[in-house]
């Protein structure tokens, strides 16, 4: 399995922006499928943003498309998270996850290997 760290979350005013990173180990990075997660609390695991193992293709969940971009760069192993134009709802821990196979997939039961998540407050 993948080995997965995030970081770079933080508190953050409504309308602010922040940048999750997910440094992943291992030599099967660049062969996976991605995602983020994140689950507030008293809610579910919800689906953020997926992208292939490529970059080439992305999707998003309705409440964040257009304000939240899901990128990674291969060559350092590192997934990304840009968030802006935050709203108090997006507050949660965030997960990065790594797939199953090689392509983009909004569900989690397509993931199985897991950060220890990084939390995101914002206020308003």
């Known amino acids: 399995q993948t080995q997965l760290v995030e970081s770079g979350g933080g508190l953050v005013q409504a309308g602010g922006s922040l940048r999750l990173s997910c440094a992943a180990s291992?030599?099967?990075?660049?062969?996976?499928?991605m995602g983020w997660f994140r689950q507030a609390p008293g809610k579910e695991r919800e689906f953020v943003a997926t992208?292939?193992?490529?970059?080439?293709?992305?999707g998003y969940a309705d409440s964040v498309k257009g304000r939240f971009t899901i990128s990674r760069d291969n060559t350092k192993n590192t997934l990304y998270l840009q968030m802006d134009s935050l709203k108090p709802e997006d507050t949660a821990v965030y997960y990065c996850?790594?797939?199953?196979?090689?392509?983009?997939?909004?569900?989690?039961?397509?993931?199985?290997?897991w950060g220890q998540g990084t939390q995101v407050t914002v206020s308003s």
């Open positions: 996850a790594a797939a199953r196979n090689s392509l983009s997939n909004p569900n989690y039961r397509e993931y199985d290997s």
């Open positions: 291992g030599r099967t990075f660049s062969s996976k499928g």
């Open positions: 992208i292939s193992w490529s970059g080439g293709i992305t």
